[in-house]
């Protein structure tokens, strides 16, 4: 399980997502276990990591 932030240019926002790989048969994919909320700057997105951390 791992943090996943993911950054839209168009909006200028960034996701945070806790993310779990999955192995299904020989390929790994991701599967989005929870949307932790939307960052707008680099010190939201080490607040919502902070939080998580807790």
Do not use: C
Not at 5 to 30: M, P, Y
């Amino acid at each position: 399980m791992f943090i996943r932030t993911k950054h839209d240019a168009k909006l200028n926002r960034t996701r945070i997502q806790i993310v779990e790989s999955v192995r299904t048969g020989s390929k790994v994919r991701q599967k989005i276990l929870r949307h932790v909320g939307v960052a707008h700057n680099d010190s939201e997105i080490e607040d919502i990591k902070r939080l998580r951390a807790a």
